[in-house]
């Protein structure tokens, strides 16, 4: 943990708490359409708070992803490690901390899983391929499985079943599985919508055996050949994307009731992503996998029928 000497004045950030969730507001809309408007559907009091787990997770994804990227050493995810052991200590280090430090003091949001995303983008750093799904599992669960057990905390569990007295003994169930799976679910929607462009940075995600089962090699994708051995390896990977969008599902109705809706919402508007790659006829090479505005909207009295009645 970082350690601040008591005899050093601890460093004041010039910015208000209020301050701080403006910024964290102003980065989640210019980055997300989707988790932008599955925030504005949670209850007004929880909505900042997941502001300021997004800020923390995009800057976090932008020390590897973005555009400085190609100055991020490993010392620079040490900092980043040692700024958030900080963060968890009380001490913000820079004006958008500022908001994360005031959310963790009100919701029980455990360090492990934000320890867990940098080690996630540690892997970005020093590895481009996967030989097995395992190990994709696992980058998954790092980078976005992570962000489940984040937003949980702050959502929270639905506690009914302790209405009844005679449950007034039984624990709620706490979908952990289910948040983490929707994360891992995104991720790889996110992976397969991503292919060219992560190809042009020569990074490939999809397994190495699932490429050698369909016979397609990495040549072909560098070259973005959509052919039959194309179209059934993304079938593939579709459907198991898939499976994990149907896991997770059944834990949504574990949520508190507020937080039902915004996840039914941003999981059908990302979900769709896969959608529109079979539309676009699995061409993620030339085609950006862009699901419209107007059918995140459409998709908004559906979400809201199955947050009432699933
Ligand atoms: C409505 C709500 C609660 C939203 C959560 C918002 C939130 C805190 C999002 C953080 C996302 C983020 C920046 C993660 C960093 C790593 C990363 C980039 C992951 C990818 C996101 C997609 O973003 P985008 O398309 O903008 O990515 P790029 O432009 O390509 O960089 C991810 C695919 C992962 C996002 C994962 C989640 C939002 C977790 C979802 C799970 C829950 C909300 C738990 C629900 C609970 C149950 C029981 C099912
Ligand atoms: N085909 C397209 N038509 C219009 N705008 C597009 C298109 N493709 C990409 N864009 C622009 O690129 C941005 C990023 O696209 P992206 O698919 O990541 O959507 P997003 O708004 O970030 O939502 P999400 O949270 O679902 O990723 C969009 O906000 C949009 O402005
Ligand atoms: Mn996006």
Not at 180 to 196: M, S
Not at 207 to 233: H, I, M
Request: aromatic share 10%; with cysteine; proline share 5%.
């Amino acid at each position: 943990m970082l350690q601040l000497p008591d005899s050093i004045p601890r460093m004041k950030i010039p910015v208000s708490v209020d301050e701080s969730y403006k910024l964290c507001r102003q980065l989640i809309v210019k980055y997300s359409t989707t988790f932008y408007i599955g925030t504005l559907l949670v209850d007004k009091p929880k909505r900042k708070h997941i502001w300021a787990i997004y800020a923390w997770c995009r800057r976090t994804d932008e020390l590897v992803d973005g555009p400085a990227s190609a100055i991020t050493t490993p010392e620079t995810l040490d900092l980043w490690e040692q700024q958030l052991e900080s963060i968890f200590a009380g001490q913000p280090l820079d004006s958008i901390d500022v908001a994360l430090v005031d959310t963790i003091q009100r919701f029980p949001i455990d360090i492990q899983p934000f320890r867990d995303m940098i080690a996630g983008q540690r892997m970005d750093l020093y590895r481009s391929r996967y030989e097995t799904f395992e190990e994709l599992h696992l980058y998954c669960y790092r980078v976005a499985g992570t962000v489940g057990l984040m937003s949980t905390a702050v959502m929270g569990v639905d506690t009914s079943t302790n209405t009844a007295p005679w449950n007034c003994h039984q624990q709620p169930y706490i979908p952990t599985e289910e948040a983490i799976t929707l994360g891992i679910a995104h991720q790889l929607a996110n992976i397969l919508r991503d292919v060219g462009e992560d190809a042009r940075r020569g990074r490939i995600y999809i397994p190495q055996e699932d490429l050698a089962r369909f016979n397609y090699t990495e040549q072909d994708l560098f070259k973005g050949v959509v052919d039959d051995r194309w179209r059934s390896l993304m079938r593939f990977q579709i459907a198991r994307a898939r499976q994990f969008y149907a896991k997770a599902e059944k834990g949504i109705s574990y949520l508190s009731a507020d937080a039902r809706l915004p996840v039914w919402a941003s999981l059908m508007h990302y979900s769709r992503i896969l959608n529109i790659i079979e539309r676009n006829d699995y061409n993620v090479f030339t085609r950006r996998a862009y699901v419209p505005q107007w059918q995140k909207l459409r998709a908004l009295p559906a979400a809201w029928l199955r947050a009432q009645v699933l």
